[in-house]
């Protein structure tokens, strides 16, 4: 089976529902994640969950270095504008690893394997959304040519320099593999003539992401707001037995990505607290809805 592992930078502080996103990765035993950062290594047994400690400092010091530019920014939110370059950066620490990626963690994962099979591992370029990269989880082929693809994005110094967050990862970096995005395959087609980049890829739409301005897999306007996670399994409310890659839950918990056609305000905006699952019971299952996290 071919190997996975998603690259993460994280400083801060975890977030409050951090323990169950961990276990959605536990019950992925075959794909690998790797943190940097300064926050405390999580409670639990996670045994294919690496987490390597320095601060971020010395995390923006070591980007510097290897990319020889001056990356220095305030905000930790910056450091997705280097996630075209993780694979570049950290190229000692995947090189194990047959493909490599970056992502969230405001996911839940269901079943990662029943959709990203070996055969689907050949593409070079694997997004969770048809149209652009998917911030949230993108895969990529662990090779040079794929490790430098960043080096594709104009002015990558200047941009990466900026202290300001300005979304490379999925605005810019895009463009190196998918030309436009409401070009159609033939349209895709024509481009890969061109640029080797835009050629063997995979961007298949997987509705992860809830509450954003289009429609549902069957076609609804409504997007289901009641998920289930149970033994690495994610399904919801409205599509009966039907499985999903993961669930990415930003529109629940801040209206900053929020489609005025989805309403003014997210749901978990203004709770206090939106985990209610005891840690030590997160392998029971839980819910995600309108209210937070619960037991089932």
Same mark, same amino acid.
């Given at each position: 089976?071919?190997?996975?592992?998603?690259? =993460?930078?994280?400083? #801060?502080?975890?977030? @409050?529902? $951090?323990? %169950?996103?961990?276990?959605?990765?536990?019950?992925?035993?075959?794909?690998?994640?790797?943190?940097?950062?300064?926050?405390?290594?999580?409670? #639990?047994?996670?045994?294919?969950?690496?987490?390597?400690?320095?601060?971020?400092?010395?995390?923006?010091?070591?980007?510097? *270095?290897?990319?020889?530019?001056?990356?220095?920014?305030?905000? &930790?939110?910056?450091?997705?504008?280097?996630? &075209?370059?993780?694979?570049?950066? /950290?190229?000692?620490?995947?090189?194990?690893?047959?493909?490599?990626?970056?992502?969230?963690?405001?996911?839940?994962? #269901?079943?990662?394997?029943?959709?990203?099979?070996?055969? =689907? %591992?050949?593409?070079?370029?694997?997004?969770?959304?048809?149209?652009?990269?998917?911030?949230?989880?993108?895969?990529?082929?662990?090779? @040079?040519?794929?490790?430098?693809?960043?080096?594709?994005? *104009?002015?990558? +110094?200047?941009?990466?320099?900026?202290?300001?967050?300005? !979304?490379?990862?999925?605005?810019?970096?895009?463009?190196?593999?998918?030309?436009?995005?409401?070009?159609?395959?033939?349209?895709?087609?024509?481009?890969?003539?061109?640029?080797?980049? +835009?050629?063997?890829?995979?961007?298949?739409?997987?509705?992860?992401?809830?509450?954003? &301005?289009?429609?549902?897999?069957?076609?609804?306007?409504? /997007?289901?707001?009641?998920?289930?996670?149970?033994?690495?399994?994610?399904?919801?409310?409205?599509? !009966?037995?039907?499985?999903? %890659?993961? %669930?990415? $839950?930003?529109?629940?918990?801040?209206?900053?990505?929020?489609?005025?056609?989805?309403?003014?305000?997210?749901?978990?905006? !203004? +709770?206090?607290? =939106?985990?209610?699952?005891?840690?030590?019971?997160?392998?029971?299952?839980?819910? =995600?809805?309108?209210? !937070?996290?619960?037991?089932?």
């Amino acid at each position: 089976m071919k190997s996975i592992v998603i690259v =993460i930078p994280y400083f #801060g502080r975890w977030p @409050e529902w $951090f323990s %169950l996103f961990l276990e959605s990765c536990k019950w992925n035993p075959t794909v690998n994640w790797i943190f940097y950062t300064d926050c405390e290594p999580p409670k #639990g047994v996670y045994p294919n969950v690496e987490f390597y400690s320095l601060s971020f400092k010395e995390y923006k010091q070591l980007v510097s *270095d290897k990319l020889g530019i001056n990356f220095n920014p305030d905000n &930790p939110y910056k450091l997705c504008d280097i996630r &075209p370059a993780l694979g570049y950066i /950290h190229d000692q620490d995947i090189v194990s690893y047959h493909s490599y990626g970056f992502g969230d963690i405001d996911v839940i994962y #269901g079943n990662i394997r029943d959709f990203y099979t070996d055969g =689907i %591992l050949e593409y070079n370029c694997i997004s969770s959304h048809w149209d652009r990269l998917s911030g949230h989880l993108c895969i990529f082929k662990n090779s @040079e040519f794929m490790r430098n693809a960043f080096r594709k994005i *104009d002015n990558w +110094q200047e941009l990466m320099e900026k202290k300001e967050h300005i !979304g490379i990862d999925e605005s810019k970096y895009s463009k190196v593999f998918l030309r436009h995005k409401k070009y159609p395959n033939w349209a895709r087609r024509l481009y890969s003539l061109a640029s080797s980049y +835009q050629r063997n890829n995979y961007f298949k739409e997987q509705y992860s992401t809830v509450l954003f &301005p289009k429609h549902w897999w069957n076609g609804s306007w409504d /997007h289901p707001t009641r998920w289930y996670w149970k033994e690495g399994k994610l399904t919801n409310s409205e599509d !009966g037995d039907k499985e999903f %890659l993961y %669930l990415h $839950f930003m529109n629940f918990k801040s209206s900053t990505w929020l489609h005025k056609s989805r309403g003014e305000k997210a749901f978990w905006d !203004g +709770q206090t607290k =939106i985990n209610f699952v005891p840690h030590g019971l997160e392998s029971n299952g839980f819910i =995600i809805d309108e209210t !937070g996290f619960h037991q089932p």
